[in-house]
């Protein structure tokens, strides 16, 4: 059976190291973007399964990294999960068209909740 490849967008070294390491351990194939640009990129060329997506991101946000894969023929469909530390619910719901069940707001989250949506979401 073929891993699933999961993209991680996320510009904080220690988390997307411990999301990679995580993810990794779990079967997943995780690949790493530090930037928006990276992950847009990314994924376009790749395809993943899924994409966890960080919102504050050092080039481009989230939002925008969220509406250029969405523009994409692939992308439209591509399944997305939000992680982020400084976004309001409100905020969030207004710039990105996602279940609430998609957003997990950083640090309220533990490993298995993660997992469990991913594996919910992949399955």
């Given at each position: 059976?073929?891993?699933?490849?999961?993209?991680?967008?996320?510009?904080?070294?220690?988390?997307?190291?411990?999301?990679?390491?995580?993810?990794?351990?779990?079967?997943?194939?995780?690949?790493?973007?530090?930037?928006?640009?990276?992950?847009?990129?990314?994924?376009?060329?790749?395809?993943?399964?899924?994409?966890?997506?960080?919102i504050r991101l050092p080039d481009i946000d989230g939002y925008e990294v969220y509406r250029r894969i969405r523009e994409t023929d692939w992308g439209a469909?591509?399944?997305?999960?939000?992680?982020?530390?400084?976004?309001?619910?409100?905020?969030?719901?207004?710039?990105?068209?996602?279940?609430?069940?998609?957003?997990?707001?950083?640090?309220?989250?533990?490993?298995?909740?993660?997992?469990?949506?991913?594996?919910?979401?992949?399955?």
């Amino acid at each position: 059976m073929e891993k699933k490849k999961i993209l991680v967008i996320e510009d904080s070294p220690y988390l997307a190291e411990s999301l990679f390491d995580m993810l990794s351990i779990k079967g997943y194939e995780a690949v790493l973007a530090p930037t928006g640009r990276e992950g847009v990129a990314m994924a376009i060329e790749q395809k993943p399964d899924l994409i966890l997506l960080d919102i504050r991101l050092p080039d481009i946000d989230g939002y925008e990294v969220y509406r250029r894969i969405r523009e994409t023929d692939w992308g439209a469909k591509a399944k997305i999960m939000v992680l982020t530390a400084s976004e309001s619910v409100d905020n969030i719901s207004k710039n990105i068209d996602l279940p609430l069940e998609d957003v997990l707001f950083k640090p309220n989250w533990s490993v298995m909740d993660l997992l469990a949506r991913i594996e919910e979401r992949l399955s």
